[in-house]
């Protein structure tokens, strides 16, 4: 079975550039969701996705953050402008609603 | 509002036995949940506790005890490998299917 799928793997931009990331979920799961993890500290749920709808973003920077998942598969995650303390790697994770979550590799992003 | 707290860091050597503790604090607990997470690569699942108890698998084994919010994850027959960032997380009824993390504990396994 296919994993969850990120990319880029990493990426460091300029603070103030735009940037964005890309996750193809486990085929057939419904349920996606985007996590920063700082350095040193646990993942935070930063938005999650029912097929294409949003079931929770409180923890979203939305000034700067936007997410969508337009079909119901693939997601996109978009920082504009970015911070320096966005550097962080970006988690996507994907589920059967209600079953354990599967994680990408994240995209690892530092910001200059 | 949700805390989980962990060991920030624990060391341990080959062979030996280690426990992971974690508690936390939640306003509708609906299942704790293990993952281990190697520097660079994504978390993978461990184990799953909704019921008081103990749950073997393997190598690893967790407990829970909702009352007392308390988990802990036991690791036997420790090895190399097993030098990871362990996560707690839970999933709280009231913020819908999505895991909260502690902050993770990273173990180092020395020879």
């Known amino acids: 079975e296919a994993g969850v799928a990120q990319s880029p793997r990493y990426k460091i931009i300029e603070k103030r550039q735009s940037v964005a990331f890309w996750c193809n979920p486990i085929?057939?799961?419904?349920?996606l969701y985007w996590y920063q993890q700082i350095l040193g500290q646990g993942p935070k749920l930063l938005i999650q996705?029912?097929?294409?709808?949003?079931?929770?973003d409180s923890q979203l920077p939305k000034d700067r953050f936007s997410a969508e998942r337009l079909k119901g598969v693939d997601s996109t995650l978009k920082i504009q402008p970015a911070k320096l303390e966005d550097s962080a790697v970006y988690l996507c994770?994907?589920?059967?609603?209600?079953?354990?979550?599967?994680f990408g590799q994240g995209t690892r992003l530092t910001v200059v | 509002g949700q805390n989980i707290d962990q060991p920030t860091e624990m060391t341990a050597t080959e062979g030996a036995i280690v426990q992971i503790n974690c508690t936390y604090q939640?306003?509708?607990?609906?299942?704790l949940f293990w993952y281990q997470q190697h520097a660079g690569e994504a978390p993978t699942f461990l184990s799953y506790?909704?019921?008081?108890g103990l749950e073997e698998k393997g190598r690893f084994s967790s407990f829970l005890s909702r009352s007392k919010g308390y988990s802990y994850l036991l690791l036997k027959e420790l090895q190399m490998k097993d030098s990871a960032s362990y996560l707690c997380?839970?999933?709280?009824?009231?913020?819908?299917?999505?895991?909260?993390f502690g902050k993770g504990t990273t173990l180092s396994v020395s020879s």
């Open positions: 939640t306003s509708g607990f609906n299942g």
């Open positions: 085929s057939g799961h419904a349920t």
């Open positions: 994770a994907s589920s059967s609603p209600g079953a354990r979550a599967f």
């Open positions: 506790n909704v019921l008081d």
């Open positions: 996705f029912q097929n294409n709808g949003v079931v929770d």
């Open positions: 997380a839970v999933r709280d009824s009231q913020a819908g299917t999505a895991l909260i």
